[in-house]
């Protein structure tokens, strides 16, 4: 074969492999395959009901599937638990953030914080051996709410924050666990307009500096499809559509999910 005809596959970082959840007689998710490319922003549309959020808790481990793979840079994670499938770099955030809302910004963050040695019994009791990594921590935890904005409010519990404040708090506590891969549902959910603009802006700066794949979940696509690169649509639990953010949307099927959802 010549060389111009030589098909290059491309390069996946998550791979959803004929994957398939029922609830009793409910089948939430239906053979769904899906291949999320790395350093891209792939957004997951679909009216409600659609199998969007059961598809995300699979993929991170929250849910099993009852059939098909789940893959991440090649290795099967079907079924690890979550903390393990955290390990490797793949986050979640949730549609509803769950900051401890007793403790500042800046304490949220190094909670978050992966191998943390002053959070180990036997570590905490040599002073010498851990306070170099804390002050390091804490550089890298400033430096990361420098890049989402939220560096003035490093003293201020979590509990005084705005929705889109905690939003972003969600999103640099899983980049302190060095997260590469990133799975975030409604991620401007009841955000004022303005800021949910700057979130997404955030999200391709993130994919532009650190090379973070984001799997994203949501409805507000006048803000969301400016800023994505591929999208997924999904109705009855299977995927309808997929491509460019303006295929999709201008498709019959996809149009027609949305009016009958």
């Given at each position: 074969m010549a060389v111009s005809e030589r098909v290059v596959e491309k390069a996946v970082e998550v791979r959803v492999d004929r994957v398939t959840k029922y609830f009793g007689g409910l089948v939430a998710v239906d053979n769904v395959s899906m291949d999320i490319e790395p350093r891209k922003v792939t957004l997951i549309i679909g009216p409600n009901g659609s199998g969007k959020t059961t598809l995300l808790n699979i993929i991170s481990g929250y849910y099993k599937p009852d059939k098909g793979r789940v893959f991440y840079r090649g290795a099967d994670i079907?079924?690890?638990?979550?903390?393990?499938?955290?390990?490797?770099?793949?986050?979640?955030?949730?549609?509803?953030?769950?900051?401890?809302?007793?403790?500042?910004?800046?304490?949220?963050?190094?909670?978050?914080?992966?191998?943390?040695?002053?959070?180990?019994?036997?570590?905490?009791?040599f002073k010498a051996r851990w306070i170099k990594t804390e002050e390091a921590?804490?550089?890298?935890?400033?430096?990361?709410?420098?890049?989402?904005?939220?560096?003035?409010?490093?003293?201020?519990?979590?509990?005084?924050?705005?929705?889109?404040?905690?939003?972003?708090?969600?999103?640099?506590?899983?980049?302190?666990?060095?997260?590469?891969?990133?799975?975030?549902?409604?991620?401007?959910?009841?955000?004022?307009?303005?800021?949910?603009?700057?979130?997404?802006?955030?999200?391709?700066?993130?994919?532009?500096?650190?090379?973070?794949?984001?799997?994203?979940?949501?409805?507000?696509?006048?803000?969301?499809?400016?800023?994505?690169?591929?999208?997924?649509?999904?109705a009855r639990g299977k995927v309808i559509s997929q491509g460019t953010p303006e295929k999709v949307i201008n498709d019959p099927l996809v149009q027609e999910s949305y009016l009958q959802g």
């Amino acid at each position: 074969m010549a060389v111009s005809e030589r098909v290059v596959e491309k390069a996946v970082e998550v791979r959803v492999d004929r994957v398939t959840k029922y609830f009793g007689g409910l089948v939430a998710v239906d053979n769904v395959s899906m291949d999320i490319e790395p350093r891209k922003v792939t957004l997951i549309i679909g009216p409600n009901g659609s199998g969007k959020t059961t598809l995300l808790n699979i993929i991170s481990g929250y849910y099993k599937p009852d059939k098909g793979r789940v893959f991440y840079r090649g290795a099967d994670i079907t079924g690890l638990p979550p903390h393990k499938i955290n390990s490797l770099g793949l986050a979640r955030t949730f549609q509803i953030p769950k900051p401890f809302q007793n403790l500042t910004v800046l304490e949220n963050m190094l909670v978050a914080a992966r191998f943390n040695p002053g959070e180990r019994m036997t570590a905490s009791l040599f002073k010498a051996r851990w306070i170099k990594t804390e002050e390091a921590l804490v550089e890298k935890a400033f430096t990361i709410l420098r890049e989402l904005n939220l560096d003035k409010v490093w003293d201020q519990r979590a509990s005084s924050l705005s929705g889109g404040q905690m939003k972003l708090l969600e999103i640099g506590r899983v980049l302190m666990n060095d997260a590469s891969t990133i799975l975030m549902d409604e991620p401007v959910a009841g955000v004022l307009p303005s800021l949910a603009i700057d979130i997404f802006k955030m999200i391709r700066e993130l994919v532009e500096k650190r090379n973070i794949t984001f799997i994203i979940i949501e409805h507000r696509l006048d803000v969301a499809l400016g800023f994505v690169d591929y999208v997924y649509a999904m109705a009855r639990g299977k995927v309808i559509s997929q491509g460019t953010p303006e295929k999709v949307i201008n498709d019959p099927l996809v149009q027609e999910s949305y009016l009958q959802g």
